[in-house]
């Protein structure tokens, strides 16, 4: 948590809304992830919301920023930000796959590692969420490379997630076999994940993987 990437609306002297963001890059330029935007039951259906966002994306503008991104938890909210200038970008692809008959070679690594190769992994002009970003999702996940692969796990009780995968997804059984049962995968694909807004003429971007809300 940071007070430098947060805006609260607040009546009668409580908190009514609230949203949070991170740097991320694309390319030269920076652009925030925002996250966790939330509105409290009580206040719901009063605007909050759009007046938050909108005093987000003017600081960010102001900021220098380039675009924002966030990622919708449904397809309402969905079209709820595309009315405030939100569209589609990039893509995912999610299957779930079970252990084959021989595990993959897969080794632990530490964030700084996992970021050095995950930039030559990444589709072109992916968002690279360094920084606070990677520090949060060391937190929460595992990140291992293998042959020619490289991913982020994330266990959640006996539920094994990778957050992101990239690499060959023929190795996924092998790799369901090296972390020990069946695996949830989310990888570079079409299904509707991430949205942007643009907040200069900076290129849109191509790819967006973690979402922390």
Same mark, same amino acid.
């Given at each position: 948590?940071?007070?430098?990437?947060?805006?609260?609306?607040?009546?009668?002297?409580?908190?009514?809304?609230?949203?949070?963001?991170?740097?991320?890059?694309?390319?030269?330029?920076? #652009?925030?992830?925002?996250?966790?935007? *939330?509105? =409290?039951?009580?206040? $719901? /259906? &009063?605007?909050?919301?759009?007046? !938050?966002?909108?005093?987000?994306?003017?600081?960010?503008?102001?900021?220098?920023?380039?675009?924002?991104?966030?990622?919708?938890?449904?397809?309402?909210?969905?079209?709820?930000?595309?009315?405030?200038?939100?569209?589609?970008?990039?893509?995912?692809?999610?299957?779930?796959?079970?252990?084959?008959?021989?595990?993959?070679?897969?080794?632990?690594?530490?964030?700084?590692?996992?970021?050095?190769?995950?930039?030559?992994?990444?589709?072109?002009?992916?968002?690279?969420?360094?920084? #606070?970003?990677?520090?949060?999702?060391? *937190?929460? =996940?595992?990140?291992? $490379? /293998? &042959?020619?692969?490289?991913?982020? !796990?994330?266990?959640?009780?006996?539920?094994?997630?990778?957050?992101?995968?990239?690499?060959?997804?023929?190795?996924?059984?092998?790799?369901?076999?090296?972390?020990?049962?069946?695996?949830?995968?989310?990888?570079?694909?079409?299904?509707?994940?991430?949205?942007?807004?643009?907040?200069?003429?900076?290129?849109?971007?191509?790819?967006?993987?973690?979402?922390?809300?």
């Amino acid at each position: 948590f940071s007070p430098d990437r947060c805006m609260c609306v607040y009546t009668d002297s409580r908190g009514a809304a609230a949203a949070y963001w991170m740097d991320c890059r694309i390319g030269d330029h920076t #652009a925030a992830y925002i996250y966790a935007v *939330a509105t =409290a039951q009580d206040h $719901q /259906g &009063n605007g909050f919301c759009r007046a !938050l966002m909108d005093a987000i994306h003017t600081h960010l503008e102001q900021a220098g920023y380039c675009g924002s991104i966030l990622v919708p938890g449904d397809q309402g909210l969905r079209t709820m930000y595309s009315n405030m200038g939100y569209a589609d970008f990039g893509g995912i692809r999610e299957f779930i796959c079970g252990p084959g008959p021989a595990s993959a070679e897969l080794q632990r690594i530490c964030k700084e590692k996992f970021a050095d190769i995950r930039r030559s992994l990444l589709p072109e002009n992916a968002v690279l969420q360094e920084g #606070a970003g990677l520090t949060l999702l060391d *937190a929460l =996940a595992e990140f291992y $490379q /293998g &042959n020619a692969c490289l991913l982020t !796990l994330y266990r959640d009780g006996r539920t094994l997630r990778v957050l992101e995968y990239l690499g060959d997804e023929a190795a996924a059984a092998g790799i369901a076999a090296a972390l020990g049962g069946i695996t949830m995968f989310r990888a570079p694909g079409k299904n509707p994940y991430a949205m942007y807004r643009p907040l200069s003429a900076a290129p849109i971007p191509g790819y967006f993987a973690f979402a922390f809300d």
